[in-house]
Nanobody, 131 residues
Framework: QVQLVESGGDSAQAGGSLRLSCAAS????????LGWFRQVPGKEREGVAA????????????WYADSVKGRFTISQDNDKNTLYLQMNSLKPEDTAMYYC????????????????????WGQGTQVTVSS
């Protein structure tokens, strides 16, 4: 079982920055994906960014939703087993609950990141951006 604990959610002004963290227990697979989703009440959960970990250390593939490309950056500190989402140039439409997720079948390799890929979820962290 993979445990995921998010932190870093906060309120920010439009144009500002926030960094989300997701502390993950060790993933006992060679190929897997970790990533972020977000959800606004009344709307479907939306994939934000994902990072693929292959069995070759040098192969890492990242995926971003069009709405966050150029503004958000996903990264991982393998030593700390922590996933990050650096969010810059925040917009009010970025306001949502952000969830960390683990896909143990590495389906994000196909170039998409949807909710049905996730095998494990964190509890979520709220991001609120005001104009």
């Amino acid at each position: 079982q993979v445990q995921l604990v998010e932190s870093g959610g906060d309120s920010a002004q439009a144009g500002g920055s926030l960094r989300l963290s997701c502390a993950a227990s060790r993933v006992p697979y060679d190929d897997y994906c970790l990533g972020w989703f977000r959800q606004v009440p009344g709307k479907e959960r939306e994939g934000v960014a994902a990072i693929y970990h292959g069995d070759r250390v040098t192969y890492v593939k990242e995926w971003y939703a069009d709405s966050v490309k150029g503004r958000f950056t996903i990264s991982q500190d393998n030593d700390k087993n922590t996933l990050y989402l650096q969010m810059n140039s925040l917009k009010p439409e970025d306001t949502a609950m952000y969830y960390c997720a683990a896909d143990l079948r590495a389906r994000c390799r196909g170039g998409s990141w949807i909710g049905t890929y996730a095998d494990y979820w964190g509890q979520g962290t709220q991001v609120t951006v005001s104009s």
